[in-house]
């Protein structure tokens, strides 16, 4: 499983299904939780993997090629936009989404998750 960790985190580097535009591998690198097992929880919702939510168990192989062996029971749901996104436009979502029960994940200048 390719890893990074120290005391306080521990990051799973999974690789991105079909890329647009990519000339080789690109990957994402997810907070985790290692399990006994060598499996991992996953932490945060992924902007970019698809098929995966926070929550969610994987088994990880050295490629970063994952299998989902439990779901934790999230939707991811990955919003892009061609330009920033507003503050006022991620509160609105952020409060949409909460009225469902769900939470805003993570947030960068051009995806909300």
């Known amino acids: 499983m390719n890893s990074t960790s120290n005391k306080d985190n521990f990051l799973v ?3 991105v299904q079909n890329p647009d535009g990519a000339s ?15 499996s991992v929880r ?6 970019l ?12 192989d050295g490629n970063g090629r994952f ?6 029971g999230n939707l991811c749901i990955q919003f892009f936009r061609d330009r920033p996104a507003s503050e006022e ?4 979502l952020g ?3 909460g009225s469902l029960g769900g939470y805003l994940d993570s947030a960068g200048p051009t995806h909300l998750v």
């Open 13 to 15: 580097r999974l690789r």
């Open 24 to 38: 080789g591998p690109v990957f994402e690198e997810l907070p985790a939780e290692p399990r006994p097992d060598g």
């Open 42 to 47: 996953i932490l945060h919702s992924p902007a």
């Open 49 to 60: 993997v698809e098929e995966v939510a926070a929550g969610d168990v994987l088994r990880v």
């Open 67 to 72: 299998h989902v062996e439990q779901r934790g």
């Open 89 to 92: 436009v991620e509160r609105r």
């Open 95 to 97: 409060r949409a989404v």
